[in-house]
Structures are given as C-alpha cells and as structure tokens.
C-alpha cells in the first residue's frame, strides 16, 4: 500500500500538483529517505520549491513526532541531502535569504553537509558576487572540519572578481596548490574587470609554467585588462594570439580590443575591426556599435561616419538605443559645434521613440551659448522642461 501511495505521490510531484501531493505525505510508509529526495527533487524540478520545503518540514515533523513514541524511529528524518536541494532551489530562484535560512535550518538539526552541498551554493553566491555569504560558508566548511577543494576556492575567486576586489582573488588563487584552468579563468577576469593587465600577464605566466593553455575566456579577460589599461598594443598582440594558437575569437574578444580603440577616439580602426568580425561571421552586436560610436565622439572630428554608422546599424537590424545616438550627438557639438546635425540625429531619436540624456540636451545648451545664441538655448531649455514635466528649472542639473 505504502509504495503505491509513494508512486502516486512521485506522478503527482512530476506533473507539479504539489496539492494533492502533500495532502497524501502521512499515507507513506515504511519509505526510505532517498524517495523522499526523489521527490523533493521532482517538485523543485517543477519550480514547487515551497512545497518541497513544507515537503522536508513535513518528514522533519514526522520524525519527531516518531522518534518521541520510539526512539529508534528515525525511517522519515530528512538528511542533508534533502534540506541542501531546498537551499539550492531557493538560491538558483535568487531568494539568497530565503536560502541561507533552510541551510541554517539544516545545521539545527545537526546534521553535515558535504563539500559538494557547500560548493554548490558558493557557486550560485560567486556567479551574483555575494562575498560575504561566500567568504562566511568557507569559513563553516572550514570550521566543520571539511577541507576546501580547488574549486571551492576557485568559487571565492570568482565572487570577488565579480566584485571587482582583484586582491581578494589573487589571495585565494595563490591559496590553491595546484590551480587549474577555470581557477586562472576567475583570476583572469578579476583582472579584466579591474583593468590591471600586469596582474594579468603574471597570471597567464604561472599558466605557461604549469603548462596549462589559454582559452578564449582566458583571452577575452586578458584583453579587457588591456584595453581598459588603454594598451592597444597588447590588446592586439592577443587577439593575434588567439588566432594562431587556432582559436576562433569570439565577440568578447573582439570586444575588447574595440574598447581599446574606442579610449585613444580611433573610429578609422574601430571601423577596421567591425568589418573584420563581419568577414569572420561575427556581426557586431549593440554593444560593439556603441564602442565603436564612442570612438567617434572621442576622436577627431567626423560626425558624418558616425552618422553613417548609426545607419549601418539599422540596415542590420539593430536598433540603436540612447548611447548610440547620444554618441553621434556628441559627435556633431565637441569638435565643430554643429549644432544642425546634432538637431537632425535628435529628431531621429524622437521618431525612434528613443529618449535622449539629459546631459545631451546640456550639451546643447553649451553650443547654443558658444555661439551666443541665447534664443536657441532657451528653446532647448523649454523642451527639456516640457519633456520632464518640470515646472521650474533645477539649474543644478539643466544648466551648462
């Protein structure tokens, strides 16, 4: 009887009537815990998390409940198991506290994770940079006696590089006595995301020494570290590299050295190396129009290619957004105040639906006052304030 009600259970958690199947939870019997966690991970699989909660409450009660009337009953208990699959449903569905409370729950009723039940969550902690929580379960793992493996350090690496705290990372790299490649890949992208490119280069040192190859995410992070430590040079050299250790660079990569070009304001390059990743079947995608604009604004003066690429943007099919047009603005008013052109690719925006910045529209104001044209700063003023819904004017934030 028992094992018909647990196959019935075990449909009606698969099809997510997670009801119906917690109404039959005291009808089972005699059922080992590893049917429990069959269905606990049935009702998680069809996003039931609050159910396979009130699930493992219901065995953690029972148990109780038993081991009162005997105590060697103890057939229902949830292990670790059961309360680590809750814990990591939870935090995958982004409710961290939630989280963090079933696993505390877990410890009050005294029983172990594994290392592999830590690492499982520090990997969800690292991927949305909570470093506290990481660097608080590594020290539970470490006080419950477990000894950390390569890649539950390799977990702390990435939650402070993905917080942008590049010595943090080092430390915990340094920490592990034979690294491996995902451990550089963290490494590496702490110094991508901090634009440290001797750290960088340091890294991919200790790869070589260890005879471990580089990847594209290994490149595309050393690549960032240089662009963003404005050294083209470099940026080029390992996209170079790439392509003769028989790599395909991928759009990260490509990135990169666009970021590069887009720093010293050189459009004739970035322009170059957009028609590059087209010929190698790598359409630039909204980002890398945006950097390659940028270079437009940031460089000498040539608002009509920037217009152009705006262009060349729509005929791909990709719609240009605030920064795009923005920067063919800026384009038009730093180098040669041409405030028409800035007027026309405004109007173009508008007819987009796509809003403009206010500090755009202060840009503008500027041109208007270098040519001393006080009408036409006015007019724009009017039109900011119309746009904002703005009774008086916060010179604070509309005037140049």
């Known amino acids: 009887m028992s094992r018909k009600v647990f196959i019935q259970c075990s449909e009606l958690a698969k099809q997510g009537k997670a009801a119906k199947c917690l109404e039959l939870f005291h009808q089972l019997k005699s059922v080992g815990v590893q049917d429990h966690v069959n269905i606990i991970s049935s009702l998680i699989s069809r996003k039931q998390i609050a159910s396979a909660e009130k699930w493992v409450n219901l065995m953690r009660d029972a148990s ?13 208990k949830p292990d670790s198991i059961c309360f680590a699959l809750v814990a990591r449903a939870y935090a995958e569905s982004r409710d961290i506290p ?19 039940q830590y690492n499982a969550l520090l990997k969800i902690f690292a991927s949305k940079g909570e470093v506290r929580l990481s660097e608080e379960f590594l020290k539970s793992l470490q006080d419950n006696n477990l000894t950390p493996t390569t890649e539950t350090y390799n977990f702390l690496i990435r939650a402070h590089a993905n917080n942008s705290d590049l010595t943090s990372a080092l430390k915990y790299l340094d920490t592990i006595l034979k690294p491996n490649i995902v451990s550089f890949q963290a490494g590496l992208h702490a110094c991508g995301k901090t634009g440290n490119f001797a750290a960088a280069e340091s890294i991919i040192t200790r ?9 594209l995410p290994c490149y595309s992070s050393i690549i960032s570290s240089a662009a963003k ?9 390992y996209l170079q590299q790439i392509k003769d250790s028989k790599l395909e660079p991928d759009r990260l990569c490509y990135g990169g050295v666009l970021q590069s070009y887009a720093q010293q304001g050189d459009s004739a390059a970035a322009l170059k190396l957009l028609n590059q990743m087209q010929i190698n079947r790598i359409p ?3 980002i890398n129009y945006n950097v390659a604009l940028d270079s437009f604004a940031r460089g000498k003066s040539d608002p009509e290619g920037a217009t152009k690429l705006l262009d060349r ?12 047009y923005s920067a063919v603005i800026s384009s038009h008013l730093k180098h040669n105040n041409n405030i028409t052109g800035a007027l026309q690719t405004i109007k173009k925006a508008e007819d987009a639906n796509i809003h403009i910045d206010i500090i755009i529209y202060n840009m503008l104001i500027s041109a208007y006052a270098r040519n001393n044209d006080a009408p036409g700063a006015r007019r724009v003023l009017t039109r900011v304030l119309k746009l904002s819904k703005m009774e008086q004017p916060d010179r604070k934030k509309v005037c140049p």
Do not use: C, H, Y
């Open 229 to 237: 430590s404005n050294n083209i040079e470099k940026a080029m050299f």
């Open 284 to 286: 630039p995608d909204l």
């Open 207 to 215: 790869m070589k020494l260890q005879q471990i190859n580089l990847d």
């Open 64 to 76: 109780t409940a038993a081991s009162s009337q005997s105590p060697s009953n103890n057939a229902t």
């Open 98 to 116: 939630r989280a963090v409370k079933i696993w505390k729950a877990m410890q009050g009723q005294k029983l172990q994770p594994d290392v592999n």
């Open 313 to 324: 943007m729509k005929i791909a099919s990709i719609q240009p957004n605030t920064i795009s």
